[in-house]
């Protein structure tokens, strides 16, 4: 048989109508699975603008479906078409639709929304449910308050999309640090679908040079990152002041903006920072786990997948949580900060540029999370992969491919002669 018929195909659908973690969870998940065997396949249907700027590795390609973006009142717009949102969305839900046709995966993992932006993905669940493919839910360690998850669950029709279609509910986490879908009603089988895996280990990257901007930085610095920057200003904005405030701050530092900070942010923090010898700063990089080796501690809002480096890193690390317009990131850092991994700072007691000076000077004595232990703690990637291969053990793909068919028909892919692949089916 040919190659691409023992191929293993898993598909990986990811909204990501903002910043960067849904994508970069994915990536890191697509990236272990090849990884682990060569026979492994892995399509990833995102939303993401960056997705392009990261890397992957062989055995891995993605579909760019058009972008979104939501504005301050709730709603969703086209992000560079000049259409209106719903015409946007019939192409998203038809391309993912389509590729789950067209592709077959043995194996389909939809990444925190489980039904999709707007209901996108259920076409393609519905589909893949009717052919027997192995449907998971992949979800972060924390969700959100509660009540507002489940409010959005029940906007959302989730829970019967959870008890109808999915078959496994993988949550990359541990239930000792936080249990997401606790204070939610949900049936009792719901509830044995769900599998904890521990949260995912980051490697470096395969290139390890660090930006030319920090190049000429002497000494250890600090990393301050605001993940994705579209709602970062406020930590750049308190650090830079600890720094104006506090000349005896030990270490320099590093600043990554994010490619969705704002251009007007971004330049008056460049001035700004641009008047201290030890401080650099940068817009984006694809390759922060090398400055995150590299770096005496961390300064984030934190994201699940700057929470997975932290830790896979062994990086003394400051968490700064945003409140809105989730509490996700909150919850995270206090479970965190409870078991002793990371310090937290709260932005909503006020920015007093002194308490973020003395956060900074202290880094330095702040122990590490490795010194805490916490069975299974970065154990994610392996058991995701014993999960997935226990999935790919017997495969039920579907639908001839669209080769065969053309082939046992005799005619070509452009003649009006032959029935669509959809009518095969």
């Given amino acids: 048989m040919p190659n691409s018929s023992r191929s293993k195909r898993v598909l990986i659908y990811s909204h990501d109508s903002f910043g960067l973690g849904h994508v970069s969870r994915c990536r890191t998940i697509a ?30 390609d993605f579909v760019r479906i058009p972008g979104v973006v939501k504005s301050e009142t709730g709603d ?20 993912i639709r389509d590729t789950a046709d067209i592709y077959r995966p043995d194996l389909f993992i939809v990444d925190k929304e489980p039904t999709g932006l707007r209901g996108e993905v259920v076409p393609a669940l519905h589909l893949l449910k009717e052919r027997g493919t192995p449907l998971v839910l992949g979800l972060r360690d924390v969700m959100d308050d509660p009540t507002a998850l489940a409010a959005e669950w029940e906007r959302k029709h989730v829970v019967p999309a959870l008890r ?35 949260y995912l280990r980051r490697d470096l990257p395969l290139h390890t040079d660090v930006p030319h901007e920090v190049e000429d930085l002497d000494g250890p610095f600090i990393l301050v990152t605001a993940g994705g920057g579209g709602d970062g200003a406020d930590l750049i904005d308190w650090v830079l002041a600890a720094y104006e405030s506090d000349p005896h701050i030990p270490y ?97 007691r006020g920015r007093d540029p002194h308490a973020m000076a003395t956060a900074l000077r202290q880094l330095p004595q702040q122990g590490l999370p ?32 669209l080769e065969e068919i053309w082939n046992g028909e005799g005619a070509a892919p452009s003649d009006p002669a032959m029935p669509s692949a959809r009518a095969r089916t």
């Avoid at 969703?76 to 391309?95: F, K, P």
């Avoid at 460049?270 to 940068?282: G, M, P, V």
């Avoid at 590299?294 to 809002?301: I, K, L, T």
């Avoid at 232990?373 to 053990?393: I, Y």
């Fill in 31 to 60: 990236n272990a699975l090849v990884a682990a065997d060569h026979n492994v396949s892995v399509l990833i249907v995102s939303g993401s603008p960056v997705i392009g700027s990261y890397e992957f590795r062989s055995g891995i």
């Fill in 76 to 95: 969703y717009d086209s992000a560079n078409l000049r259409v209106g949102v719903e015409h946007t969305m019939e192409m998203r839900t038809r391309i």
């Fill in 164 to 198: 109808d279609l999915y078959d496994q509910i993988w949550i990359y986490g541990l239930p000792q640090i936080h249990k997401p879908l606790t204070g939610i009603e949900v049936p009792p089988s719901v509830r044995h679908k769900m599998v904890y895996t521990g």
């Fill in 252 to 348: 320099g530092a590093v600043i990554v903006f994010g490619p969705f900070m704002s251009t007007a942010e971004r330049e008056a923090f460049k001035e700004r920072a641009a008047r201290f010898k030890n401080i650099r700063t940068l817009t984006f990089t694809n390759n922060l786990g090398a400055l995150m080796h590299r770096a005496a501690g961390v300064v984030a809002m934190g994201g699940y997948n700057t929470f997975c480096e932290i830790l896979s890193f062994d990086k003394k690390a400051i968490i700064v949580p945003r409140t809105r317009p989730r509490l996700e990131q909150f919850i995270r850092a206090r479970a965190a900060r409870n078991v002793g991994l990371i310090e937290m700072l709260d932005a909503e």
């Fill in 370 to 401: 490795g010194e805490v232990v916490v069975p299974g703690l970065l154990d994610g990637l392996p058991n995701v992969w014993r999960l997935v291969s226990k999935q790919l053990a017997h495969r039920q793909r579907g639908p001839a491919p």
